[in-house]
């Protein structure tokens, strides 16, 4: 469950402090592009990819029951839910190719 969220617009970073006590913190455009929704998902089976400017950013967000989330960016991408379990593993893996900039 979400204890605290932080959507950090200048920076361009959402940092999230989860009741598991795991504190994920990871830019906005690699959040777009982990997006897993269907056109998405797709994209990557034929090798293309979502991309992300890294000055995207998350314009909304809105809660999917307690474990997830739904953000809707500036690009008007807003179909993927982001359980909380892949938010943790997302910044676990260190995917976030804008983190040491951010």
């Known amino acids: 469950m979400i204890e605290e969220l932080n959507i950090d617009q200048q920076r361009g970073v959402l940092h999230l402090r989860l009741s598991s006590g795991a504190s994920p913190a990871l830019s906005h455009a690699a959040l777009r592009m982990a997006c897993r929704c269907a056109p998405c998902e797709a994209g990557r089976r034929l090798g293309h990819p979502p991309v992300a400017e890294q000055s995207v950013?998350?314009?909304g967000c809105e809660p999917i029951g307690q474990q997830a989330l739904r953000f809707h960016f500036s690009d008007g991408h807003d179909r993927g839910i982001f359980p909380l379990v892949y938010l943790e593993?997302?910044?676990g893996r260190g995917?976030?190719?804008y983190a040491e900039e951010t």
């Open 89 to 91: 593993e997302l910044a």
């Open 95 to 97: 995917v976030d190719p």
């Open 57 to 59: 950013r998350i314009t």
